[in-house]
């Protein structure tokens, strides 16, 4: 492992007390998760009143629903390729400003065809995100600190939600939908400027010491500062594809993906349609899953670093809260068998705290990942993982049309969920760092 360092005229002098400037990159990632989430999700919030205006019925708006998810899984291998092309402030600087312009444009969606495109824009645009946070938190921070920090950041995709949602229902039903849409995307536009001034890499930082950069090294983190950027090539994805490891963790993170996309699409719907509750009951109900996810990602960041520090073993520390929490999120099928508001809102906050957990997959995937490709192998697994974005509200679309119930649709949640269980239980195998020699 080369340790990085610059000259102490230019960086904070090395002391016995470590700097902290790993966590305020932390802090960036989160916000920007956070925003990359209200982003896409603000559309199932206006769903029912755009569906009115636009004249769009169940199975089509699965097909919108989707259509965010065609380019954003598309769009992964390729933007893996530019990460490891031109690392991590440009690629996000430039995905936060056009996902936000696309999100803006939505507004002014005249019809099905407009509305589909910037869908379609917004896809592209995202797709860099996810690998870029795996990447960043793999060069800023130790393995011993890298499941908390995945859970941090990705917190924010519900924090976001939970908090924001309510203001959002007041814009739709002060204004209307066409006002969610323009100030959520003019507050990425924003954050977009903050993250180019303030985000560098460890080597560029003057808020790191050397006994931050020490500590991160010493556990697996950085790379050198004049290491090699590689080219993409077709025999470096067929590679990786032959490790065990990218199978089972894409796998399971599609399950618990399937389980995410139905709250981020179809949730509101299914509360005001199914459930038959007033707005203002679903504004308030809307938010509680929310919640349970966030703590549930907290809590699967927490114990997976405790359980790493206490046993050493990626394997246990890894794996256990990502297979309990998909099997808490297969539970959402018996919200079914129950008549009472409070009770499916409570099956359904348990479910969403189990696919909270399931976050932890991105710290796999920043645990066994090719120091030289961990932006193409990134890409990868959110393809994989995102292609439940495009089967989820398809089906759900389908199946709430052919029987104008979602009895069918949380069955299909819940099924898939214990299949990404039983992936990480017998497909996974052990988790390491794959050495590999890469080709280009």
């Given amino acids: 492992m080369t340790i990085i360092s610059t000259p102490a005229a230019v960086r904070a ?11 305020r990159i932390l802090a960036l990632i989160s916000v920007g998760t956070m925003i990359n989430y209200l982003d896409r999700t603000v559309l199932g ?11 769009i019925d169940a199975a089509v708006m699965g097909l919108v629903f989707s259509a965010f998810a065609w380019t954003y899984a598309a769009s992964q291998i390729p933007g893996g390729v530019f990460l490891d092309r031109f690392g991590s402030k440009i690629t996000y600087f ?20 407009s509305l589909l495109f910037f869908r379609l824009g917004l896809g592209v645009a995202e797709a860099p995100c996810f690998p870029a946070n795996s990447r960043i938190v793999g060069t800023w921070f130790p393995q011993a600190e890298r499941a908390t920090a995945t859970g941090t950041y990705t917190v924010g995709e519900y924090i976001g939600l939970a908090f924001f949602s309510p203001v959002l229902f007041w814009l739709m039903a002060t204004y209307n939908w066409h006002a969610m849409f323009i100030v959520v995307g003019v507050a990425g536009l ?10 560098r890499e460890p080597h560029e930082s003057l808020s790191v010491n050397q006994a931050e950069l020490d500590y991160i090294a010493a556990g697996g983190g950085l790379a050198p500062k004049d290491a090699a950027r590689v080219p993409f090539a077709w025999a470096n994805v067929r590679r990786l ?18 389980t995410l996309v139905f709250f981020l699409t179809w949730f509101p719907t299914y509360l005001a349609t199914e459930r038959h509750m007033g707005w203002v009951k679903v504004g308030f109900f809307a938010v509680l899953p929310f919640i349970a996810a966030a703590i549930g990602v907290m809590a699967g960041g927490w114990v997976s670093d405790r359980l790493f520090r206490k046993t050493g073993s990626a394997n246990i520390a890894r794996k256990s809260p990502i297979i309990f929490g998909l099997l808490l999120a297969s539970c959402i099928v018996t919200a079914n068998y129950v008549d ?30 090719p120091k030289p490709l ?52 017998f ?14």
């Fill in 340 to 369: 009472s508001d409070s009770a499916v809102i409570a099956i359904l906050s348990l479910a969403f705290f189990g696919q909270g957990m399931v976050g932890l997959g991105w710290t796999v995937i920043s645990d066994i990942a």
């Fill in 241 to 258: 594809l032959g490790y065990r490891q990218i199978w089972g963790a894409s796998i399971g993170q599609f399950a618990g993906n399937a």
């Fill in 427 to 440: 497909l996974l195998g052990d988790i390491h760092r794959i050495e590999l020699d890469t080709v280009g």
């Fill in 94 to 113: 430039l995905s936060i400003t056009f996902w936000s312009l696309f999100t803006l444009l939505q507004a002014f969606s005249a019809g099905l065809y």
């Fill in 374 to 425: 961990m932006g193409l192998t990134g890409g990868l697994f959110n393809f994989a993982s995102n292609l439940a974005g495009i089967v989820t509200p398809l089906v759900i679309g389908f199946i709430v049309s052919a029987t104008g119930s979602f009895v069918g649709a949380l069955a299909f949640v819940g099924g898939v969920a214990t299949v990404g269980a039983l992936s990480y239980v």
């Fill in 190 to 199: 924003v954050f977009a400027a903050v993250w180019w001034m303030g985000f």
């Fill in 45 to 55: 919030i206006a769903a029912p009143a755009l569906r009115a205006d636009l004249g």
């Fill in 13 to 23: 002098p090395p002391t016995a007390t470590r700097s902290r400037a790993r966590f």
